[in-house]
């Protein structure tokens, strides 16, 4: 009699993966599709009621997952959120760089603060999960980088979102960088989302531009778990296939 056939996700199962921005939106998705997959997670967020929410979810649905305070402008809170999952799962296979902002506004408005807040985050935060975790990727001879990127690092997304482009533009430069620096064993994903469903669509202050950034994500938004199956798909993979960058947007959305 011959053997079932392995299912193309199986190879998920087990994987110790780290999420950051998982308290909400994409990051949250990704956590409870990979949990049903059966992978063991690493959730990383500054909310820590959100992530004690979501991790009891998962393992009361018979899921492993573990929850850590992060704030990924915090180089030493990014390490002690890798080290938590290799203190309870004994390593780590990937690191999904999802923490993100996108307070959008002219540049003339200046609202240099913001901008401070966009590089923190979006740029800062991937090159702190990035010096966490690949010394430890090296020291195993595997691992997996999923990093979020947008539609915006591909065109610029102006008067509005400059800065935010600038960012994600980034983004792509340094996985790239990496893809070409990490060696053959290490692999590196981009995610690029269009308007997807979660709390960046919030995080404009200027009004105009707050009203303008609703409109357009209720008329196009799809739901975060698209992500989070283009996510597992990059991870499921063998070992020797890296799926370098995923561009996914609504089909109705034109930029």
Same mark, same amino acid.
């Given at each position: 009699?011959?053997?079932?056939?392995?299912?193309?996700?199986?190879?998920?199962?087990?994987?110790?993966?780290?999420?950051?921005?998982?308290?909400?939106?994409?990051?949250?998705?990704?956590?409870?599709?990979?949990?049903?997959?059966?992978?063991?997670?690493?959730?990383?967020?500054?909310?820590?009621?959100?992530?004690?929410?979501?991790?009891? =979810?998962?393992?009361?649905?018979?899921?492993?997952?573990?929850?850590?305070?992060?704030?990924?402008?915090?180089? =030493?809170?990014? =390490?002690?959120?890798?080290?938590?999952?290799?203190?309870?799962?004994?390593?780590?296979?990937?690191?999904?760089?999802?923490?993100?902002?996108?307070?959008?506004?002219?540049?003339?408005?200046?609202?240099?603060? =913001?901008?401070?807040?966009?590089?923190?985050?979006?740029?800062?935060?991937?090159?702190?999960?990035?010096?966490?975790?690949?010394?430890?990727?090296?020291?195993?001879?595997?691992?997996?980088?999923?990093?979020?990127?947008?539609?915006?690092?591909?065109?610029?997304?102006?008067?509005?979102?400059?800065?935010?482009?600038? &960012?994600?533009?980034?983004?792509?430069?340094?996985?790239?960088?990496?893809?070409?620096?990490?060696?053959?064993?290490?692999?590196? &994903?981009?995610?690029?989302?269009?308007?997807?469903?979660?709390?960046?669509?919030?995080?404009?202050?200027?009004?105009?531009?707050?009203?303008?950034?609703?409109?357009?994500?209720?008329?196009?938004?799809?739901?975060?778990?698209?992500?989070?199956?283009?996510?597992?798909?990059?991870?499921?993979?063998?070992?020797?296939?890296?799926?370098?960058?995923?561009?996914?947007?609504?089909?109705?959305?034109?930029?």
């Amino acid at each position: 009699m011959s053997s079932l056939p392995m299912h193309p996700y199986d190879s998920i199962r087990g994987k110790v993966v780290v999420i950051t921005g998982a308290s909400s939106g994409l990051g949250e998705s990704t956590a409870r599709h990979l949990a049903t997959l059966g992978a063991r997670l690493v959730l990383g967020a500054r909310r820590q009621a959100h992530l004690d929410r979501i991790v009891a =979810e998962i393992t009361a649905g018979g899921g492993e997952a573990i929850a850590v305070a992060t704030d990924v402008t915090r180089p =030493e809170q990014v =390490e002690a959120l890798v080290a938590a999952g290799e203190a309870r799962f004994g390593r780590i296979d990937v690191l999904v760089n999802n923490a993100g902002t996108m307070p959008l506004s002219p540049l003339a408005k200046r609202r240099v603060d =913001e901008w401070d807040r966009t590089i923190d985050v979006n740029i800062k935060g991937v090159l702190y999960g990035i010096a966490t975790a690949l010394p430890r990727f090296q020291a195993q001879g595997s691992g997996h980088f999923v990093n979020v990127a947008s539609v915006a690092g591909l065109k610029v997304f102006s008067p509005i979102g400059t800065v935010y482009s600038a &960012t994600k533009f980034a983004v792509r430069a340094i996985s790239e960088g990496l893809r070409s620096e990490s060696g053959p064993n290490i692999r590196t &994903t981009i995610i690029s989302p269009g308007a997807v469903d979660s709390e960046l669509k919030t995080h404009s202050t200027d009004a105009e531009t707050a009203a303008a950034v609703q409109s357009f994500y209720a008329a196009f938004q799809i739901p975060a778990d698209a992500v989070a199956r283009a996510i597992a798909y990059a991870i499921a993979q063998p070992d020797n296939v890296d799926i370098n960058e995923i561009v996914l947007r609504p089909t109705a959305q034109e930029f």
